[in-house]
């Protein structure tokens, strides 16, 4: 792309997804942190409540959701339904439903005594947990085959003690159905599954080759519980030995988009006042007999015990490390794995701060439905980092500081998502369901900077595409997967995108408006989002759906005298409007001379 504008202002890209209503389960991101459950009562009320990133559309939206109370401190699950909307979530000590209210016997989860040592008393003199500390401590897995049941799994560490390093973990469990009245409910509330767990979390489920059941790893020091989840319930499948030992740690652990490979990271405290370090290891997976195979494990030196990180790129070649205010960068088909890395990211003091002034730095990463890899910050925080083209090496992969400017705090969580969008393991010996994988047609693009008639498509599409072909509402066509197509005049134009392979076919088509000679009306919120608003220093309009010639934001006093214009473009646009005086502003989106948006901004 010809990108020649300053990076400050712009984050120039756009994408559109098409998708059936289908596999879309990770599609809203929730987090939490406040004090108040009335945000009128917060000593931050311009940043009060939860904060919600929203994939159904793309780029995703972030918003604020004043009837969410449930605070996530480290532990974060939800899981939506095949269209995209939210159904539950959980901090590990409480279930909520989309209605933001704790599900039938699902008030306090997870109870020993040190569930009361992480609450707070809300100003209605109502008790209201925080959250468990743990990174992916808390998870759902659907019940294969029954709809809108479910398992929540989560971490206890009532007989844990960390410094010492005496006891275990535990992971329970409580399955949620719907009761006769249609409300979720939960049976077999606190079960045991697994009472000698070394590793605090690492809850991440990934599809059996059948394309129906699910397996998911918890770890020993030296041994592998390989658990299978079926229509039958949770069960533990076999034990397989580590040939190394693993440090009691945190961190994060991920199955590969497909499932092929398996990884984990977590910090420790070296014994014996030896330095801070990470566990590293990496295997292949097989997801017919859930094993992990040609393991390799590295101790890594570390400059922090806390927000230790780890992701895949989507197309499994690079992985990516987070050690607290680096990410690195290794190429998994190198024939040196630690020779490969390479430095993404080092933040130099340029994050943003803790509410108390301290720095807030690198926490925990996530592939997300847009295939960028999404970086939340290691505290309280009102930000979120993201590598934007993560399938590419070094400086390629495009690392962008602060990219999503959330509405209110969150503590640096992002929710335990499992590899959804796997089918069957075609020709494997587990593939004995008749299931097929039916390809899924989807796609985003990009509007280029210098010549806004030129755009690159890229194809997202899922469950084993093997021919791509396109037709961009021009009379041209392309069979190429990710093609570059250039139109000539301004107008409106369907682009529809083919996917097959030898069980189906999928298309899926999107309108591009491109110039202001399509405009026939100001656009309405469907086309134009903005937040935060209210503003401290930062905010994110987002053009959606039309690719504008020639636009400005334009923003204007009480007085309506132009006291700011910015150049923006199709997708996400990052403003800077800290030199503004509070107030409230007028502002206005035009093309050329055309009027395509227009509202008001409150600059606190």
């Known amino acids: 792309m010809k990108n020649t504008l300053p990076y400050l ?19 809203i991101w929730i987090s939490n942190f406040t004090s108040v459950d009335s945000c009128e009562n917060s000593v931050w009320p311009e940043i009060c409540g939860a904060s919600v990133l929203d994939f159904n559309v793309l780029p995703p939206k972030a918003y604020l959701e004043d009837k969410l109370t449930l605070d996530f401190l ?22 909520h439903d989309f209605n933001h209210h704790w599900i039938e016997n699902g008030e306090v989860i997870n109870y020993s005594p040190k569930w009361e ?25 659907p019940v294969p085959e029954r709809e809108e049941e479910f398992w929540c799994l989560y971490i206890n560490y009532e007989n844990f003690d960390g410094p010492t390093e005496v006891g275990f973990y535990e992971l329970w469990s409580s ?18 599954i697994q009472n000698r767990i070394r590793r605090r979390g690492n809850l991440n489920a990934c599809k059996h080759a059948n394309g129906r059941d699910w397996w998911f790893l918890q770890f020993n020091r030296d041994s592998v519980y390989t658990y299978l989840v079926n229509q039958d319930g949770i069960h533990l499948d076999h034990i397989q030995i580590l040939p190394f030992e693993l440090r009691t740690s945190f961190g994060q652990a991920k199955f590969s988009p497909t499932g092929s490979k398996f990884a984990l990271h977590g910090a ?4 014996h006042n030896e330095p801070h370090g990470a566990d590293f290891m990496l295997a292949d997976f097989d997801r017919c007999t859930g094993d992990l195979l040609n393991a390799e494990y590295h101790q890594i030196q570390a400059s922090n015990w806390i927000d230790n990180a780890l ?34 990211y080092f933040i130099q003091g340029d994050s943003c701060t803790h509410i108390t002034g301290d720095l807030i730095q690198l926490g925990q990463m996530q592939l997300g439905p847009d295939n960028k890899i999404y970086c939340a910050t290691g505290g309280n925080c009102t930000f979120m980092h993201r590598i934007e083209y993560p399938n590419e ?20 969580t992002i929710p335990t998502l499992n590899t959804y969008r796997l089918g069957p393991l075609d020709g494997s010996s587990c593939d004995t369901l008749n299931i097929d994988n039916l390809p899924i047609s989807r796609y985003w693009y990009e509007q280029d900077s210098v010549d806004f008639q030129s755009v690159q498509f890229w194809d997202v599409s899922y469950f084993r595409p093997e021919e791509w072909s396109w037709n961009f509402g021009d009379g041209m066509e392309s069979n190429e997967r990710h093609p570059f197509h250039e139109f000539e005049n301004n107008g409106i134009y369907e682009v529809c995108f083919t996917v097959r392979n030898e069980n189906a076919e999928n298309t899926s088509c999107q309108t591009l408006e491109i110039g202001p000679s399509s405009i026939t009306k100001i656009l309405d919120k469907e086309y134009l989002s903005i937040y935060p608003n209210p503003i401290e220093e930062y905010t994110r309009l987002v053009i959606y759906h039309y690719l504008p010639e020639n636009a400005r934001f334009k923003i204007y006093n009480s007085e309506g005298i132009l006291v700011k214009s910015f150049h923006v473009y199709a997708g996400e646009n990052r403003l800077y409007l800290g030199d503004l005086n509070e107030g409230i502003y007028l502002y206005e989106v035009v093309d050329g001379t055309q009027r395509v948006g227009t509202g008001k901004l409150l600059k606190t």
Request: include cysteine.
């Open 268 to 271: 420790y405290v070296f014994e």
């Open 175 to 192: 399955y949620i159905k719907k009761n006769e009245e249609g409300n979720f409910e939960t049976y077999g509330l606190d079960s045991l």
């Open 117 to 141: 040592w992480l609450t707070w008393t809300n100003e209605f003199n109502k008790t209201r947990p925080t959250g468990f500390r743990g990174v992916q401590a808390t998870g759902f897995i």
């Open 74 to 95: 480290e532990s974060n699950a939800s899981i939506c339904d095949d269209n995209g909307e939210l159904l539950l979530y959980s901090n590990g000590q409480s279930i």
């Open 9 to 27: 202002v712009l984050l120039n890209f756009i994408f559109y997804g098409g998708f059936l209503n289908a596999q879309k389960q990770d599609h």
């Open 393 to 412: 090496k070094g400086s390629g992969c495009m690392f962008t500081l602060n990219a999503i400017d959330f509405p209110s705090f969150i503590f640096g």
């Open 311 to 344: 992701e895949f790129s989507p197309d499994e070649k690079l992985l990516y490390l987070g050690l607290n205010d680096t990410i690195y960068q290794y190429d998994l088909e190198s024939d040196n794995l630690l020779d490969s890395k390479e430095i993404i």
